[in-house]
């Protein structure tokens, strides 16, 4: 855990996390605290977010005909989409 946090302080390049609500792996509490790390480094565009209500793997292991799991996905999907064009060129 200390590496991933020394990584992330030496981050340089634009970064992107997005983690689940519930989350064995990457609980909530941890990716608060590397969007702190982050979020002290003002040079370094960052994008943190929590989505609430939905377990790891949510953007890519979900039943098309749950509704609310379909648009928290979908969301997730936009906010990368949005990331990658603003930082991919």
Known sequence: ??????????????????GAEVDHLSPPELVKKFEEILSSKPEVDSFVKVYPGVSHGWTVRYSVEDKKAVQSAEEAHQDMLDWFTKHVK
């Open 1 to 18: 855990m200390e590496l991933i946090m020394y990584l992330l302080a030496e981050v340089k390049a634009p970064k992107a996390i997005l």
